[in-house]
């Protein structure tokens, strides 16, 4: 709480980690990259920071893990901007692929059989897992497992797109569950 308010942050845009500028450098000597993106050589921060000081530019310390620490001669609010905008197209390009789900009951018929693989089969194209269920409702969850093993195999076959088992079938809640997924 601040003042007797509670704190809520602001939102932002995407965040860049903290960096060090400037004086928050802490190493004493640094491998520096120039303005031009030019290799200065290692060198103390002082020296770093009167060539920044020169061109008018900061010292952003880039790479603090390395040996030396890297540091970057440029300008900071050019150089927030460029990280944000890599980090953006960085977001764009992640896919992700959700786990989609088909069921289908152990009596389900011919017919109904190839429309579901045919709707998991363009699932698989497009890079999607699939979760497929054999619903077993009341007595049916009893029944040999092998058997109910072999109906889930039939629906498999029936898959027109190259697959491989993400998790083999087993017993759930709902009956026994497959996970497949594009080979």
């Known amino acids: 709480m601040v003042n007797g308010a509670p704190f809520i942050p602001l939102p932002t845009t995407l965040a860049i980690p903290s960096v060090r500028i400037n004086n928050q450098i802490r190493g004493t000597e640094l491998r520096i990259i120039g303005p031009k993106g030019e290799n200065l050589g290692v060198m103390s921060v002082a020296e770093a920071l009167k060539?920044?000081?020169?061109?008018?530019?900061?010292?952003?310390?880039i790479s603090p893990k390395a040996?030396?620490?890297?540091?970057?001669i440029a300008d900071y609010g050019k150089f927030q901007y460029d990280?944000?905008?890599?980090?953006?197209?960085?977001?764009a390009n992640a896919k992700t692929y959700e786990?989609?789900?088909l069921?289908?009951?152990?009596?389900?018929?011919?017919?109904?059989?190839?429309?579901?693989?045919?709707k998991a089969s363009?699932?698989?194209g497009e890079g999607h897992r699939i979760k497929m269920d054999l619903f077993l409702p009341g007595r049916t969850k009893y029944?040999?497992?092998?058997?109910?093993?072999?109906?889930?195999?039939r629906l498999l076959r029936l898959v027109s797109v190259d697959f491989k088992i993400a998790e083999?079938?087993?017993?759930?809640?709902?009956g026994m569950t497959v996970v497949i997924e594009k080979k």
């Open 67 to 72: 040996v030396p620490p890297v540091a970057k």
């Open 143 to 153: 029944l040999d497992e092998n058997f109910l093993k072999d109906r889930m195999e």
């Open 168 to 174: 083999p079938a087993k017993k759930s809640p709902k």
């Open 103 to 118: 069921q289908v009951k152990i009596g389900t018929g011919e017919h109904d059989l190839i429309l579901k693989a045919k």
């Open 51 to 61: 060539i920044a000081k020169e061109n008018s530019l900061d010292l952003i310390e």
């Open 99 to 101: 786990v989609k789900s």
């Open 83 to 91: 990280e944000n905008k890599k980090q953006k197209v960085a977001k």
């Open 122 to 124: 363009e699932w698989l």
